[in-house]
Antibody, heavy 120, light 110 residues
Framework: EVELLESGGGLVQRGGSLRLSCVASGFTFSSYAMSWVRQAPGKGLEWLSA??????????SYADSVKGRFTISRDNSKNTLYLQVNSLGADDTAIYYC???????????WGQGTLVTVSS | QSVLTQPPSVSAAPGQKVTISCSGSSSNIENNYVSWYQQLPGTAPKLLIY???KRPSGIPDRFSGSKSGTSATLGITGLQTGDEADYFCGTWDNSLSEGVFGGGTTLTVL
């Protein structure tokens, strides 16, 4: 059974930083692209970033809204995905989901999410 | 402002059928697979439909997907109160090089 368990969220002041983590199990982590998607309170889904599999070179991509502030990375030896989030603003308050994919344009498994709240 | 356009809400009676539309463009829906996600209240999204019209194991055949050109549609038949949720379409956008989602549609089963 695929499981994705996020951690690292919390309350942070405007301009602050956090590192989100996601431990994966139930599949060969290194073989799959992984993404982060967020959802602001009462809003829709926003794709943030993806990192390709080990065999595809671990290439990264970012949404324009977070490029230069967020950094995605992975440690295949620990089956763990990370998202370093810097220079946080009020608009970054959201639940951050760790997601398996994209694979054939699909995100097939989602973690339960970790809440990031940015205070002023 | 979402790249993919969905109606904010739909409603129907138990046992009836409903469809949810998702409109995009040639840089996303027309040239990529569309997937659909169900988000029950207070939970994470769950994959409902992938590759336009395929259902993951465990998803009942009451749920169906289709795509034509720059639009996709999710259909749900035999509506149940347990189907009340937010539904999102998603795909990849080749021009943006980003994953994209619709703004979500809230289904109410009256």
């Amino acid at each position: 059974e695929v499981e994705l368990l996020e951690s690292g969220g919390g309350l942070v002041q405007r301009g602050g930083s956090l590192r989100l983590s996601c431990v994966a199990s139930g599949f060969t982590f290194s073989s799959y692209a992984m993404s982060w998607v967020r959802q602001a309170p009462g809003k829709g889904l926003e794709w943030l970033s993806a990192i390709s599999s080990f065999t595809n070179g671990g290439r990264t991509s970012y949404a324009d809204s977070v490029k230069g502030r967020f950094t995605i990375s992975r440690d295949n030896s620990k089956n763990t995905l990370y998202l370093q989030v810097n220079s946080l603003g009020a608009d970054d308050t959201a639940i951050y989901y760790c997601v398996k994919g994209p694979a054939r344009d699909c995100f097939d498994y989602w973690g339960q999410g970790t809440l990031v709240t940015v205070s002023s | 402002q979402s790249v993919l356009t969905q109606p904010p809400s739909v409603s129907a009676a138990p046992g009836q059928k409903v469809t949810i539309s998702c409109s995009g463009s040639s840089s996303n829906i027309e040239n990529n697979y569309v997937s659909w996600y169900q988000q029950l209240p207070g939970t994470a999204p769950k994959l409902l439909i992938y590759e336009n019209n395929k259902r993951p194991s465990g998803i009942p055949d009451r749920f169906s997907g289709s795509k034509s050109g720059t639009s996709a549609t999710l259909g749900i038949t035999g509506l149940q109160t347990g189907d009340e949720a937010d539904y999102f379409c998603g795909t990849w956008d080749n021009s943006l090089s980003e994953g994209v989602f619709g703004g979500g549609t809230t289904l109410t089963v009256l």
